[in-house]
């Protein structure tokens, strides 16, 4: 997986991040709108839309003086757990 910052500021980043599609980027987004100082968050992936782009963007915007790249990290935690999680469950039940 591939990163890129495309924009940042004090509350807001956006990040590409390639190699990734819908079903990825939903599930770090609502990770990221689980966060209490989160106050958007989506992605675009329409590459006619958006000038040639591909690779779906992140858009992360918080308040409350929140680092947008630490609430990022902390998603990326919380998904990381939930499907560990997951998997020890489905093992448990086979």
Partial sequence: MELRVTESTENELSIEIA???HTFMNVLKGALLEHDDVSAA???V???QSGG???PILTI???GGADPL????EA????REKATS???AFEAAA
């Fill in 19 to 21: 190699g990734e599609d």
């Fill in 53 to 55: 782009q591909t690779e």
């Fill in 86 to 88: 997951f998997r020890d």
């Fill in 70 to 73: 630490e609430a990022l990290e």
């Fill in 76 to 79: 990326a935690v919380t998904v």
């Fill in 42 to 44: 989506t992605y675009d």
């Fill in 61 to 63: 915007k918080t308040e």
């Fill in 46 to 48: 329409n590459p006619e």
